[in-house]
């Protein structure tokens, strides 16, 4: 069985990754972040500070959010953090969008293990080696992922 070729080239895109958190990082000095993850081709951060914005928004024009799960879940939800898509994977940073529109519409067992998923998950692990996220303020918490995209 020949070797499958992924059509994601990992170490550019974690090259390109590291390269724009850095200059994220170098404009919010001042911000404490939670969470990193990648979204479809979006690179997503955002602060406690950010958070407590939204909450309060989402409280004021919804009403709620005051059990523990509907604070968690608007908290990981990076359709509503601040700076979704600070940075987007394109074609010249190593990303197959084609790829990843397959991806997204197959059924969620073959997403586990799908190029898209393998060569996100590498991109996830080389970012959390290279040290790049010492370069935020970060909470003790502070997490790094990939996560499905979902409308």
Not at 7 to 18: H, P, S, V
Not at 21 to 40: L, Q, V
Not at 85 to 107: K, L, P, Q
Request: charged share 35%; net charge negative; with cysteine.
């Amino acid at each position: 069985m020949s070797e499958h070729k992924s059509k994601f080239d990992t170490e550019k895109l974690t090259e390109f990754a590291i390269n724009k958190i850095s200059e994220f990082a170098k404009k919010h000095p001042n911000e404490t972040f939670y969470g990193f993850s990648i979204d479809a081709n979006l690179l997503c951060l955002n602060s406690e500070e950010e958070f407590q914005k939204s909450l309060k928004y989402y409280r004021e024009k919804f009403g709620g959010y005051d059990t523990d799960e509907l604070i968690t879940d608007l908290k990981e939800n990076t359709g509503d953090w601040e700076y979704q898509g600070f940075a987007e994977f394109g074609e010249n940073s190593g990303f197959d969008m084609d790829e990843y529109n397959e991806h997204y519409h197959e059924d969620e067992d073959l997403q586990l293990t799908s190029d898209y998923a393998k060569s996100m998950n590498k991109v996830v692990e080389n970012l959390k080696e290279s040290g790049v996220f010492e370069l935020l303020k970060k909470t003790d918490a502070f997490y790094v992922n990939r996560i499905e995209h979902n409308y």
